[in-house]
């Protein structure tokens, strides 16, 4: 079981490796499926990586792609997440209100791509 769910890993079916893991620890038993295997353990951490990165990565692209469409390039970027918080609630999948702070950064680093883009 523990190498399919490695292999699932490297071929990014974080749910099935998921699986695969727990049968893993279910055979071996459960301290030694976690104590004897660094490789559990790290994948592990890529799969909660994997799990926590991608609302952020969604997130982050509806905000860009809103703020090219609404607001104007020319407004800094705390200001950009002041408009956007007033215009559209943006909400996390469990239903909280996407921070200021994040808001702002998503700008911050879009406009940043921007300018470097047209520098090239």
């Known amino acids: ?42 994948a592990q951490a890529k799969i909660k990586a994997d799990v926590s990165s991608k609302p952020k990565i969604a997130m982050r692209k509806t905000v860009t792609e809103y703020w090219k469409v609404n607001i104007s390039p020319t407004l800094s970027a705390p200001k950009a997440a002041d408009l956007m918080l007033g215009m559209q609630s943006f909400r996390w999948q469990n239903n909280e209100d996407v ?22």
């Open 1 to 42: 079981y523990l190498d399919k769910a490695l292999q699932s890993i490297k071929l990014g079916q974080s749910e099935i490796a998921i699986e695969q893991f727990a049968l893993a620890s279910e055979s071996l038993g459960l301290a030694n499926a976690f104590a004897s295997n660094n490789q559990f353990v790290s």
């Open 99 to 120: 921070p200021h702070k994040f808001l702002a950064e998503c700008v911050r680093a879009e406009k940043k791509r921007v300018a470097a883009a047209k520098r090239i």
